[in-house]
């Protein structure tokens, strides 16, 4: 009940094109949704997040799309550049649980090609 | 203005010998965690610590012992290294009081046991 399952494991997007990455999750009581970008060789970085009492929030070109019935969010990334290639991990947390932490999916790793 | 800072970035061990790998940050989070990264599997939490003087176990702390005796640092031992611990290591901390804010992630030790 605590993990989070990300998909795809990998993405290959035209530069321009639209990059979609889906997280599901099990335990209802989660309330904040974050989304990490990581290059390589540098530590995850937060991008954008949301919490379970809206259905969209939009930074940029980065949307977080959030289905609080079907347990599921999404990241979407219009106009993908090259610049956006990297690894994208999406995560679910608990306040006031007592677990004081994040739940991380396995990782996304975008590549935008030129 | 440095954040989360990790020492050391590179390390390779023998099987069998001892470590310890650093975290700092200037940022006065009371909230700070040990992340081990491999592929395939994202970030699972090894240790975390939610104040001065305590620590906790997360999902894979077998063969880690952590202290946070000051608020700033975070130190991750290995008392045994094992080749199943070679691995990219990330730090991490929260602001005071709340889970579901921004972590900040330090730039990783990648860890070599041989």
């Known amino acids: 009940q605590q993990q989070v399952k990300q998909s795809p494991q990998s993405l290959i997007v035209q530069k321009g094109g639209i990059s979609i990455i889906n997280c599901a999750y099990e335990?209802?009581?989660?309330?904040?949704f974050p989304w990490y970008q990581q290059f390589p060789g540098k530590g995850p970085a937060l991008l954008i997040a949301?919490?379970?009492?809206?259905s969209e929030k939009k930074e940029g070109r980065f949307t977080i799309s959030f289905n609080k019935s079907a347990k599921q969010f999404s990241l979407h990334i219009m106009d993908s550049q090259p610049g956006d290639s990297a690894t994208y991990f999406c995560a679910a947390s608990i306040e006031g649980s007592g677990t004081y932490k994040y739940i991380f999916g396995t990782g996304t790793r975008l590549k935008v090609l030129a | 203005n440095a954040g989360v800072t990790q020492t050391p970035k590179f390390r390779v061990l023998k099987t069998g010998q001892s470590m310890t790998l650093l975290c700092a940050q200037d940022m006065n989070h009371e909230y700070m965690y040990w992340y081990r990264q491999d592929p395939g599997m994202g970030l699972r939490l090894i240790h975390y610590?939610?104040?001065?003087?305590?620590?906790a176990k997360g999902e894979v702390p077998d063969g880690y012992n952590v202290s946070r005796l000051k608020k700033q640092n975070f130190l991750l031992g290995l008392e045994s290294a094992a080749p199943s611990q070679t691995s990219v290591y990330f730090c991490?901390?929260?602001?005071?009081?709340?889970?579901?804010?921004?972590?900040?992630f330090g730039q990783g030790t990648r860890l070599t046991v041989v």
């Open positions: 610590s939610v104040g001065e003087g305590t620590t």
């Open positions: 335990n209802t009581a989660f309330d904040y």
């Open positions: 949301i919490r379970p009492d809206v």
């Open positions: 991490a901390s929260n602001p005071q009081g709340s889970v579901n804010t921004e972590a900040f």
